[in-house]
């Protein structure tokens, strides 16, 4: 199995710019589909992007696209997230998953493998 760790998490003013990472170990990442989901205080945990293991299928959710780009580096087995033009509402930790699935999905409850979070706060 493989496990994940994020980092890269902050506090930032709105409109500013994070990068985080998630450092795979165990297997390679090239085996999973990898996604990015977050959960803000008195929220449930809620999809953010995903991308397949071919890196050919990308998904975000309506309220990061065009801000965020999930992206992976398989030699390095890490996956990141690019975030831009952050809001106050993209508080939240944020979270890496990897599903070993056949199709890529946004459903949380379909990822089997989960890092410990990184907390991202923005200030207004």
């Known amino acids: 199995q493989v496990q994940l760790e994020e980092s890269g998490g902050g506090l930032v003013q709105a409109g500013g710019s994070l990068r985080l990472s998630c450092a795979a170990s165990g297997r390679t990442i090239s085996n999973y589909h990898m996604g990015w989901f977050r959960r803000a205080p008195g929220k449930e945990r809620e999809f953010v992007a995903a991308n397949s293991r071919s890196g050919d299928t990308t998904y975000y959710a309506d309220t990061v696209k065009g801000r965020f780009t999930i992206s992976r580096d398989n030699a390095k087995n890490t996956v990141y997230l690019q975030m831009n033009n952050l809001k106050p509402e993209d508080t939240a930790a944020y979270y890496c998953?990897?599903?070993?699935?056949?199709?890529?999905?946004?459903?949380?409850?379909?990822?089997?493998?989960w890092g410990q979070g990184t907390q991202v706060t923005v200030s207004s």
């Open positions: 998953a990897a599903d070993g699935g056949r199709i890529l999905q946004i459903g949380r409850y379909m990822y089997d493998y």
